[in-house]
């Protein structure tokens, strides 16, 4: 499986754009870059997904570089609700269906 | 959309006791579910990918006597601990696909077992 490497903290400012990255340089041409994110005590949400080009949704933004061997997670406004563990993963397509491996995560922390 | 409900929320058990950990999609129909657990400050580790009317695939190194899963319908897996204890004390948490190309995985709320 490929690997993501992620630091492994970041702080922000609240209404602050964060920008969390991700790198993946042995990611595969049918992978999926996956982010989610988990709060304590509970299990991941799923925040965004892209394949090649970026991606836009309610929750954040992902810009995936052209070769996509590094994507970065942005959060256009930190508010103190995002801080939680981050985590950049891929997906294999495998038949419509692919296990999901997390690494560590990036831990971040949103300050007042 | 996209709900998967996880029950119960936290157990404590007795050391040798089975507990049994239900995971169900809602709103949509899961043919492949994944059982994951979780330490304290570590990450989440896939145990098991459960397939609808078929046996589990199991990860290296997680014992499938001690982790029983089943998936018997279309909405419904579950993770039962045999004999556990208190080495098995962990969050266990479950996720569901919705077998769209790519798409995102819906995670459960995840369930702290406790074993004393």
């Known amino acids: 499986d490929a690997k993501t490497t992620q630091p492994n903290s970041m702080e922000s400012n609240e209404e602050e754009p964060v920008h969390l990255p991700c790198n993946h340089s042995t990611i595969s041409g049918t992978d999926y870059i996956h982010w989610y994110r988990q709060l304590p005590s509970q299990g991941p949400e799923y925040v965004i997904h892209?394949?090649?080009s970026n991606v836009n949704n309610r929750m954040a933004s992902l810009a995936i570089a052209e070769d996509r061997k590094s994507s970065t997670l942005i959060l256009h406004r930190a508010t103190l609700r995002d801080a939680a563990v981050y985590y950049c993963i891929l997906r294999p397509y495998s038949g419509n269906t692919g296990k999901l491996i997390f690494g560590q995560g990036t831990t971040l922390q949103v300050k007042p | 959309g996209a709900v998967v409900s996880q029950h119960p929320s936290w157990v404590i058990c007795k050391s040798g006791t089975s507990v049994k950990i239900e995971c169900r999609s809602l709103d949509f129909q899961a043919t492949t579910m994944f059982w994951y657990r979780q330490f304290p400050k570590q990450s989440l580790m896939l145990m098991a990918t459960s397939n609808e009317g078929s046996k589990a695939t199991y990860e290296q190194g997680v014992e499938k006597d001690k982790f029983l899963i089943n998936h018997a319908s279309l909405t419904l897996s579950t993770l039962t601990v045999t004999s556990a204890h208190p080495e098995d004390s962990s969050f266990y948490i479950c996720s569901a696909d919705r077998a769209q190309a790519g798409a995102g995985y819906t995670f459960g709320s995840g369930t702290r077992l406790t074993v004393v």
């Open positions: 892209g394949l090649t």
